[in-house]
């Protein structure tokens, strides 16, 4: 029975939890927070939003880590003139919380990449931070 009850309670403990109305409106708050600093390349926002140990994966397949996604805004490689969110789902596993959705992202008024996006948040000693993204292109 205790082998049981040590293999069903961490199991139980990596479960997503009920869907708290206050806190997922808090990680899509965040979510808008990290848009708008990537729109404007604030890279004092991100450096605070972007976890240390980042893994960062465009939809082209390109894997960036924090430091990366950083020398991309401060250098201005980084060009997005738009990006908007939508179908936006939010599940908790303890102190992580995973947001899909669908991304509509603009470099100029003709180059739009419409994407499926999990981001990876956890909540530590910084608050939530982006831990990881997946970039996945939708076909047209």
Not at 34 to 61: P, Q, W
Not at 109 to 138: C, F, K, P, Y
């Amino acid at each position: 029975m205790k082998r049981l009850l040590c293999i069903l309670l961490p199991a139980l403990a990596l479960t997503a939890t009920a869907s708290d109305p206050k806190a997922e409106k808090q990680i899509l708050a965040i979510m808008d927070t990290y848009k708008d600093a990537m729109i404007h390349n604030n890279a004092e926002v991100l450096g605070k939003l972007l976890h240390d140990d980042l893994t960062f994966v465009h939809s082209g397949g390109q894997v960036q880590t924090k430091a990366d996604v950083l020398q991309s805004v401060t250098s201005g490689k980084n060009v997005i003139t738009r990006m908007e969110f939508s179908d936006s789902g939010v599940r908790f596993y303890g102190n992580t919380a995973l947001v899909k959705c669908r991304v509509d992202l603009w470099h100029s008024d003709t180059n739009i990449v419409h994407m499926n996006i999990l981001h990876v948040w956890i909540n530590g000693a910084r608050g939530w931070q982006l831990a990881a993204r997946q970039a996945t292109r939708l076909i047209p």
